[in-house]
């Protein structure tokens, strides 16, 4: 075993320089708040108070911070003063988001309380920072190059124990003592790195220079190529038995890159890929646990491989949580990175990068390349052999680390299972780094500490044979301490003991040294851009990966498996819905993952307009997911609210959408249907506002809103098997309804437009018609007669006869009823926000049909909405409006951020054709079929429908539409009224017996306001 380099002396003289130890208080402090704040927001951001041992904690850092500085001062005052307070600053920012996650965790009801024992960790790892430091020459390391080999094996066999090791998530290295657990090959890399610097000083010579040229490559004897292959043996071993490819890589990577720093031959390179790669792709092919990493790396986002056991599925959630984070991040403590396993560990980065955005991940990296380059730094200021090969092993370390583990967890390299230095949940990597921190500082001591207060190092492994014994002999008497810094010049040797000037190969051998480490420095700073660019790839482009645009489910936000998105809204205070000054919903704080719970005070009544806010089912539907935006705080009209949000610091509440429903008449409504299946849709005729809008059957939003996942699948199971649907929205969608008689306003409209006929027109009336091309006979409502046989128009519409507008529709035309119809709106889209599903005519084919459809039968289709509209337009003296729901956009204090502007949709007649029409309906309700809508007080108008639906019970649809007010010249309200046919309508049978009474309390409740 080669002697280690002692320092030979010359006389040296400097002007003092600064030590930089004042730099390394004030960006201790800067540490010390970076961490601190970051506690302090989690507890703000988490249970929207600061937290009580505060000041006590900050106290007790401080104290810490003050007193390691200070031993600092005292054991390596030239240390460089960056390195310590960039750790500190990467160790709190660790510290703070395992705290996070332990809030996260115990609202679930599992209390770990990791925060606390990686403080305990990282007291410890302080203790021994301190205790290396009381190494105060580095070359004496040296002196133990061989147990550092043995003990490093020996670390890295442990696992292999029995009782001792045990295996977690298919890698076999960990091991547990009593109710802890650690991982050694966190120590190995540190021992490792010693032996290797020691190893390759004493020989690098022989391994740079000695053996044969093949294919312009210098190959090493035999003898010093043994140790390259028991190291590639070892990372193999450690490959193959403990499937762990991250450490194997981990420690391959760090012998190569040192070794050739040592010797500047690329030779050792290939060499090093030579021996690695096959046994790589080995693994890769053969290896289990291997093959699902590579699986899972490569096609990540295939549902199969997201789905399998083992597969991509914590990768992936990893990758959702980043790309909802995008560039700014949700804020300390506002994402959801308990979503993922592991998340204080393995993926602490994708946690970070969830809650501090690609702009704090970026930051976190450029921490690790600061350190890195403080690191290798170092190294080029160092005056020996093995402090150069030390510092730049240990550097590199870290930098390799966290390019396996960052590059991992974005995809830019197979996911390997290593901790991030200094921020990883965990004590045995912990304590590692905190070991290469202090041999870092006590290395950059030495590489800063002036000639003056130095003894110039000549490393006897530089030297020649002849000269080595020479200079040992001098150096073995004891040498002086390392003095404070001072101006004043260190003790000199005399001449006697002072060894010949190193010969000119030695300078020029440091100087090539020296290149190799700027070689490295391009190598990590390469590296450190490979991250950045994956890094943006997910949290700024929503990328799966580099080479991935998207996935088959979208980018990783719109990924519908991507829960979080579902989770954001349930972390939200969601903004209420107000029906007037009622409030039908609103959110409440809840104690668990989902922070807010959704509730509706206004129940089954409101339930068809509000939808539901579901966890259970990670959806929403109605005005939730209508007008989402808003009540999320997203909206653009809510900017000013975000704004004073972050200038006062407090939480983000959702907007608020006041509805144009009035709630006396939803409730006359409802009362009215009295749990009847039906719709009843009102309308304010000259602004398109909707005054009511009720379904039944209803359900309980509360239910499918429930945070007990059984209690909403139940509901759920039972609502969507209920044969009445109601889920369903009958007011503007499901399976729609044949109008019945209430179509002929329109076949009337069609007949005034085209000057067929008007109300005066006299028209035959006979009981049947025979359907032309069909032996159908067409009777009236339950075959009565419709006056003498010929009767006006005006006399046909108040009575609902079949017979003579279904002649009407065959004279006016098919076209023309299907241009009449598009003219109302049928077949346009429409939204209230809430999507209406379009009400159709459809073309028909024959004669028989149009006459069918002229008195809205066959195949027509209509919802109650359109109904509803078609009663406003004729209202409006041929206006049609907009209907909308939402009358005004408040923001979280209600107070008003937008109202909305009424719009005319269409006018699809003119006054005088809505005046005829306004006529003919008024007379349906005074002495026609529509007499039980009268309502005392208020002229109404209006008009019945009797649509037969082929139901085995027998029962039609029935219907009312119309439209009221006490001036009919400026009616208040437009109202559809419709009953489902079957059983519930068998026995009463007609419009005018059962929609109209209905519709009579519901205007009576809108005209009385």
Same mark, same amino acid.
């Given at each position: ?45 988490? &249970?929207?108070? #600061? ?58 009801? +599992? !209390? ?77 890399? !540190? ?50 038995? +403990? ?5 194997? !890589? ?73 790309? /909802? ?25 994708? #946690? ?181 660019? *994956? ?27 991507? #829960?979080?998105?579902? /989770? ?50 990670? *959806? ?39 509805? %144009?429903?009035? @709630? +006396? ?35 309980? @939003? ?23 649907? @109601? ?9 729609? /309804? ?125 919802? @109650? ?92 649809? %029935? ?6 007010? &006490? ?33 009579? *309390? ?8």
């Amino acid at each position: 075993m080669t002697s280690p380099a002692r320092p030979a002396s010359v006389p040296a003289s400097a002007p003092p320089r600064r030590t930089g130890r004042w730099a390394e208080a004030g960006l201790l402090l800067i540490a010390l708040v970076i961490g601190l704040a970051a506690f302090v927001l989690t507890a703000l951001n988490r &249970t929207g108070a #600061s937290p009580a041992q505060s000041l006590r904690l900050a106290a007790a850092l401080a104290a810490v911070c003050l007193v390691v500085h200070l031993w600092v001062r005292r054991t390596a005052p030239w240390a460089d003063p960056v390195l310590l307070p960039t750790a500190v600053a990467l160790n709190g920012i660790g510290l703070a988001m395992i705290h996070r996650l332990d809030l996260s965790y115990e609202r679930t009801g +599992q !209390v770990h309380d990791y925060g606390t024992k990686q403080a305990v960790w990282t007291a410890l790892g302080v203790v021994l920072f301190c205790l290396v430091l009381l190494i105060r020459d580095h070359r004496l390391l040296r002196r133990w190059d061989h147990w550092a080999m043995w003990g490093g094996l020996g670390f890295l066999v442990l696992p292999f124990v029995p009782g001792l090791g045990t295996e977690v998530n298919g890698a076999r290295i960990w091991i547990h003592l009593g109710p802890m657990s650690f991982q050694p090959a966190e120590l190995t890399k !540190v021992l490792l790195a010693i032996f290797f610097a020691s190893y390759l000083v004493s020989n690098r010579d022989n391994l740079a220079l000695a053996g044969r040229r093949v294919l312009g490559l210098n190959l090493p004897r035999a003898r010093h190529l043994a140790p390259l292959l028991v190291v590639w043996g070892v990372s193999i071993l450690v490959l193959v038995l +403990q499937r762990d490819l991250g450490s194997s !890589v981990l420690l391959f990577g760090l012998f190569v890159v040192t070794l050739y720093v040592a010797t500047d031959r690329p030779s050792w390179l290939v060499i090093g890929a030579a021996l690695f790669l096959p046994a790589a792709w080995f693994a890769a092919t053969h290896l289990a646990h291997v093959q699902q990493r590579i699986t899972a790396w490569l096609h990540a986002m295939d549902p199969s491989v997201y789905e399998m056991p083992g597969g991509s599925w914590q990768l992936v959630t990893g990758l959702f949580g980043m790309a /909802y984070g995008g560039l700014m991040g949700t804020g300390w403590g506002e994402g959801y990175p308990n979503l993922t396993t592991f998340a204080n560990s393995d993926f602490i980065v994708a #946690s970070l990068g969830e809650e501090l955005g690609l702009t704090g991940t970026l930051a976190v990296l450029m921490l690790y390349l600061i350190l890195v380059q403080r690191g290798l730094r170092t190294a080029l200021a160092l005056r020996d052999g093995f402090g150069k090969l030390l510092a730049t092993a240990l550097s590199f370390t870290i930098a390799l680390q966290v390019f396996v583990v960052v590059g991992g967890v974005t995809r830019l390299i197979p996911l390997t299972g290593l901790t991030t230095p200094f921020l990883a949940y965990g004590g045995s990597s912990l304590i590692a780094n905190w070991i290469i921190l202090a041999l870092l500082v006590r290395l950059s001591d030495a590489a800063r500490r002036p000639a003056a207060a130095a003894p110039r190092i000549i490393d006897t492994a530089d030297l020649p044979t002849s000269l080595r014994k020479q200079v040992q002999d001098a150096d073995d008497a004891p040498a002086p301490a390392s003095p404070e810094p001072t101006a004043a010049p260190a003790p000199q040797r005399t001449d006697a003991t002072r060894p010949p000037s190193p010969p000119p190969s030695h300078t020029r051998r440091g100087r090539r040294m020296n290149r190799q480490i700027r070689q490295v420095t391009a190598l990590v700073l390469i590296m450190v851009l490979a991250l950045a660019a *994956s890094l943006t790839s997910v949290q700024g482009l929503n990328r799966p990966a580099l080479w991935e645009s998207s996935s088959q489910q979208g980018t990783l936000t719109t990924d519908s498996r991507n #829960s979080r998105m579902v /989770y954001a809204q349930f972390g939200t205070d969601r903004g209420q819905i107000l029906a007037g000054n009622t409030v039908i919903a609103d959110s409440e704080a809840s104690d668990d993952a989902y922070t807010y719970q959704r509730t509706y005070p206004g129940g089954e009544l409101y339930a068809p307009v509000t939808g539901y806010f579901s966890t259970a089912f990670s *959806s929403m539907t109605g005005l939730e997911l209508a007008a989402n935006s808003v009540l999320n705080g997203e909206d653009p009209s809510l900017f000013s609210s975000r704004i004073k949000s972050l200038v006062t610091g407090e939480t983000q509440k959702g907007g608020a959408i006041k509805l %144009t429903i009035d @709630p +006396q008449v939803q409730q006359a409504a409802w009362d009215a249907l009295g749990g009847r299946s039906g719709s009843v849709v009102a309308l304010d005729p000259s602004t398109g506002a909707i005054l009511a809008m009720v379904s039944s059957p209803s359900y309980d @939003p509360n239910l499918l809103a429930s945070h007990d996942a059984a209690t909403a699948q139940s509901a759920w199971d039972t609502l969507s098997e209920d044969a009445t649907k @109601p889920l369903v929205n009958r007011a503007i969608g499901g399976d729609l /309804y044949p109008p019945g008689s209430t179509f002929k306003i329109l076949t009337m409209a069609a007949a005034l437009r085209t000057g067929t006929a008007d109300a005066s027109t006299e028209v035959s009336a006979p009981d049947t018609l025979t359907l032309p091309g069909t032996n159908h006979a067409l009777s009236n409502y339950a075959g009565e007669s419709c006056g003498n046989g010929t009767v006006t128009l005006a006399y046909a519409f108040a009575e609902s006869c079949n017979t003579p507008f279904a002649q009407l529709a065959m004279d006016v035309g098919d076209d023309e009823l299907a241009t009449e119809a598009a003219n109302w709106g049928f077949e346009e889209d429409l939204e209230i926000p809430l999507t209406v599903t379009p009400s159709t005519y459809p073309a028909n084919d024959s004669q028989a049909q149009t006459a069918m459809a002229g008195i809205g039968q066959a195949s027509v289709r209509v919802t @109650p909405l359109m109904m509803a509209m078609v009663a406003a337009t004729i209202a409006n003296d041929g206006e049609q409006m907009t209907p909308y729901l939402i009358a005004q956009t408040l923001d979280s204090d209600l107070s008003v951020v937008s109202t909305a502007t009424p719009k005319v949709a269409r006018t699809p007649i003119d006054s005088s054709t809505a005046q005829a029409l306004s006529e003919l309906m008024q007379q349906a309700v005074t002495d026609g079929t529509g007499t039980t809508a009268q309502v005392a007080g208020v002229t109404v108008a209006g008009k019945t429908g009797t649509a037969e639906t082929g139901s085995a019970e027998g029962g039609p649809v %029935t219907w009312f539409v119309g439209f009221a007010g &006490t001036d009919i010249a400026k009616p208040t309200i437009a109202v559809a009224v419709v009953l489902d046919g079957g059983e519930q309508t068998a026995t009463t049978g007609t419009g005018g017996s059962v929609a109209g009474p209905i519709a009579a *309390s519901v205007i009576d409740a809108a005209v009385d306001q």
